[in-house]
């Protein structure tokens, strides 16, 4: 195996491996992204549960408050319809609104708490939102890192003409060989002539152009 491809395989090896260094870096920084998402969303989603609960056992009890008052005031009707007004009736009219009072209050209360427990900055698209925006932090060392690695493909083989060529064409332009060429015609025109078969020999045409 001659040196320069030696040192290509050599070179694309250690390019390989930065590669493979840089899957496992994007791998480990999107599953650490990804786990304080998760703890996140799943820390507000049990206090936001909590709070849920509350109210809708709240509202059992409410309902179960109501039931109780609205057959209080149907009981104090039928005795109002029967009788005359009792001197406990508007005691118990003011028992009733009272009872209602607390279960608006309690009611207004628990709502309130479950409002802002909904509304309660970060939310779960606050918190994806900043876990995309991080994402894109994070991938600017990626594309660094990409970046060396694409700059590592363009010098991992010399792509300048070998030194010997150099070299060597000197040698065919200054050692008059056009002489050889020419044989026993020494005539200048001939002498150039094959001058400039030697230099389209040695300049082709271009596969580029």
Same mark, same amino acid.
């Given at each position: 195996?001659?040196?320069?491809?030696?040192?290509?395989?050599?070179?694309?090896?250690?390019?390989?491996?930065?590669?493979?260094?840089?899957?496992?870096?994007?791998?480990?920084? *999107?599953?650490?992204?990804?786990?304080? *998402?998760?703890?996140? +969303?799943?820390?507000?989603?049990?206090? +936001?549960?909590?709070?849920?609960?509350?109210?809708?056992?709240?509202?059992?009890?409410?309902?179960?408050?109501? @039931?109780?008052?609205?057959?209080?005031?149907?009981?104090?009707?039928?005795?109002?319809?029967?009788?005359?007004?009792?001197?406990?009736?508007?005691?118990? +009219?003011?028992?009733?609104?009272?009872?209602?009072?607390?279960?608006?209050?309690?009611?207004?209360?628990?709502?309130?708490?479950?409002?802002?427990? *909904?509304?309660?900055?970060?939310?779960?698209?606050?918190?994806?939102?900043?876990?995309?925006?991080? +994402?894109?932090?994070?991938?600017?060392?990626?594309?660094?890192?990409?970046?060396?690695?694409?700059?590592?493909?363009?010098?991992?083989?010399?792509?300048?003409?070998?030194?010997?060529?150099?070299? *060597?064409?000197?040698?065919?332009?200054?050692?008059?060989?056009?002489?050889?060429?020419?044989?026993?015609?020494?005539?200048?025109?001939?002498?150039?002539?094959?001058?400039?078969?030697?230099?389209?020999?040695? @300049?082709?045409?271009?596969?580029?152009?």
């Amino acid at each position: 195996m001659g040196r320069n491809r030696k040192d290509a395989r050599a070179n694309l090896r250690e390019l390989s491996s930065k590669e493979e260094a840089m899957f496992q870096n994007m791998m480990s920084d *999107l599953k650490k992204l990804e786990a304080e *998402l998760r703890t996140s +969303i799943e820390e507000r989603s049990l206090n +936001i549960e909590a709070t849920l609960l509350d109210l809708a056992s709240a509202r059992d009890a409410i309902n179960a408050g109501l @039931n109780s008052a609205r057959k209080e005031l149907e009981k104090l009707n039928r005795k109002l319809g029967k009788s005359k007004v009792s001197q406990k009736a508007p005691q118990a +009219i003011r028992e009733v609104a009272r009872e209602l009072g607390d279960v608006r209050n309690t009611y207004v209360s628990f709502r309130k708490r479950a409002s802002e427990a *909904l509304n309660k900055p970060p939310t779960s698209v606050d918190m994806v939102e900043e876990f995309m925006q991080s +994402i894109i932090k994070r991938a600017s060392s990626w594309e660094d890192e990409a970046r060396k690695i694409e700059g590592g493909f363009a010098s991992s083989v010399d792509f300048s003409m070998p030194e010997q060529f150099a070299s *060597l064409e000197g040698l065919v332009k200054g050692g008059g060989y056009e002489v050889i060429l020419a044989g026993e015609d020494r005539d200048p025109a001939v002498l150039k002539a094959f001058n400039e078969e030697l230099e389209n020999l040695m @300049n082709p045409e271009s596969p580029e152009d």
